[in-house]
């Protein structure tokens, strides 16, 4: 499964982006779907999952209320909502998809089995 995530781009505290992560190569319907960041210096850090059915989902403290994640298996793709954007949400984020249909397990980089190549997040002050 090859994953193209996109959206991201520069937009100021406040502001809203969507991002959105397109599958190719395989069924995205198979697979649970999650979002992750990473900024200088920091690891990469859990932002949000989604069931394969997406009748589940899990978003990280620090985005609740701001972020959504959503997905359409009839176009084979996830998006990201994200509003309410903050200077600390400045970070490239990533796509990933897993096997896992544990919603717990959904929040671990490492049950994840493809990446996409980030989409770089902006928010200035």
């Known amino acids: 499964v090859q994953l193209q995530a996109s959206g991201g781009g520069l937009v100021q505290a406040g502001g809203s982006l969507r991002l959105s992560c397109a599958a190719s190569g395989g069924t995205q319907s198979r697979y649970g779907m999650g979002w992750f960041r990473q900024s200088p210096g920091k690891e990469r850090e859990f932002v949000a999952g989604i069931t394969s059915s997406g009748s589940r989902t899990q978003h990280a403290d620090g985005v609740k209320g701001r972020f959504t994640i959503s997905r359409d298996n009839a176009k084979n793709t996830v998006t990201l909502q994200m509003n309410s954007l903050k200077p600390e949400d400045t970070a490239v984020y990533y796509c990933?998809?897993?096997?896992?249909?544990?919603?717990?397990?959904?929040?671990?980089?490492?049950?994840?089995?493809?990446w996409g190549q980030g989409t770089q997040v902006t928010v200035s002050s």
């Open positions: 990933a998809a897993t096997t896992t249909q544990s919603i717990k397990m959904i929040a671990f980089s490492r049950y994840y089995n493809y």
